[in-house]
């Protein structure tokens, strides 16, 4: 109920307008968010390579509701690919399509995507696609399947969330073609008709789902994560669960997968000790790092996912 309460006040703009005035709701948020300038961000990812972590970074927004909106969410990913270069730190791009007009119109999206891979192609890095809520999954799917069609797949990634009951069939075409997947359980308040309600068996799916890209890693060879920290392997599991982390290790290990084919995400803020016990055992590792002004929805979604965040919230707002 808790979570379900959260998760709407994410998409609340009464809620938003509340809280982003409280000056504590952005000093408890600056503990998952880097910050609102690109410098904050490479400052915290130059952090993090100090500590043999890799990056991938997320400019905060989403929804979009104007044409303009969108060609400048695209110019401030590849401004961003730009400056990641310059400063010679280890991090891809994490996107939202719906930053970049997808629920404006499709045809700009699609434009806007082949803009920003074109240009992390010619910048040898990568983008990763997030999934969001089921009523974008289909199109988000699309025009990834389109961007792999045309030549784009060395640089661009998807997400697949493990509480959707498709994510099975998902994840079977896009092992037939050798797809880098991130997967995470899912972060949105979903109907019982299409995904699973119930923890435990989330967490069943997300096992079954990791053993079905863990295999189709190996069968294509166990391409391993890049030495530059930009490249992902074709796995990516994204999880600050040790059960979840405990049997993606295990399997990998009974079917011969090399570590450096197997890679960890975790977000910016959570569970470092876990972070550094994973590089120091030889896993590449990568953090999510999200800046921006627009941090509101995702500062709620992180409180919405452990009732560690919203104590540390609730704790912070008793003190002032």
């Known amino acids: 109920m808790l979570r379900s309460v959260l998760i709407y006040l994410s998409q609340a703009a009464w809620a938003r307008r509340i809280v982003t005035r409280w000056s504590i709701a952005w000093r408890v948020a600056s503990r998952f968010v880097a910050g609102e300038t690109p410098r904050d961000a490479i400052r915290v990812i130059r952090e993090l390579n100090a500590r043999g972590i890799n990056a991938t970074l997320d400019h905060l927004g989403e929804n979009v509701t104007r044409e303009t909106e969108a060609r400048q969410a695209a110019e401030e990913v590849i401004s961003m690919l730009d400056l990641i270069e310059a400063e010679g ?57 389109k961007m792999l069609a045309e030549g784009y797949g060395a640089h661009v990634g998807i997400v697949i969330q493990a509480y959707l009951y498709r994510s099975e069939t998902d994840i ?17 308040k979903e109907p019982p008709e299409i995904a699973f309600p119930k923890k435990a068996d989330v967490d069943a799916n997300y096992d079954q789902l990791a053993r079905a890209i863990l295999d ?6 166990a ?13 990516a599991i994204a999880s600050h669960d040790e059960a979840r982390i405990a049997f993606a290790k295990k ?11 197997l890679e960890f995400q975790m977000l910016y803020g959570i569970r470092r000790d876990l972070q550094e016990q ?11 790092v999200p800046y921006g002004t627009e941090w509101y929805p995702y500062f709620m979604r992180r409180l919405a996912e452990r009732p560690a965040n919203l104590w540390f919230f609730v704790i912070n707002l008793l003190r002032g």
């Open 172 to 188: 079977a075409d896009l092992m037939e073609k050798q797809a880098r997947v991130r997967l995470c359980k899912g972060a949105y």
């Open 223 to 235: 391409p391993r994560a890049s030495e530059d920290g930009y490249f992902p392997p074709i796995p």
């Open 89 to 145: 730190v280890r991090s891809g791009i994490s996107i939202k399509l719906s930053q970049m007009g997808l629920l404006l119109d499709e045809a700009l999206c699609e434009q806007n995507l082949r803009r920003i891979l074109e240009h992390a192609r010619s910048r040898r890095n990568f983008i990763r696609i997030d999934m969001e809520d089921s009523p974008l999954t289909e199109a988000t799917l699309r025009l990834f399947y």
């Open 251 to 261: 399997y990998a290990a009974e079917i011969g997968l090399p570590q450096g084919a």
């Open 216 to 221: 189709g890693s190996l069968a294509a060879g």
């Open 278 to 288: 994973l590089a120091a055992e030889g896993y590449p590792v990568r953090v999510y």
